[in-house]
């Protein structure tokens, strides 16, 4: 890659600033936290697998089938 090439401009502007970070790391830090408890924590406890609970493995198509007609 030459270093008047879009992408490496590109890249070197990214690289920098992330490098040259005080503040700017630790609010990544917070978002990411964030982010895991969002993704992992409340999805176990607010979002259970509600196929799994409800059909027999292997008949996943055929319940959603049957729900999507009785509407």
């Avoid at 008047?4 to 990411?32: C, E, N, P, Q």
Wanted: proline letters at 3%.
């Amino acid at each position: 890659m030459t270093k008047k090439s879009f992408f490496y401009r590109a890249f070197d502007l990214y690289y920098d600033g992330f490098k040259h970070m005080t503040l700017g790391k630790t609010l990544w830090m917070v978002i990411i936290v964030k982010l895991v408890i969002i993704f992992l924590v409340l999805k176990v406890f607010f979002f259970p697998n509600y196929l799994k609970q409800r059909t027999k493995p292997g008949k996943e198509g055929d319940f959603v089938e049957q729900q999507l007609l009785k509407r």
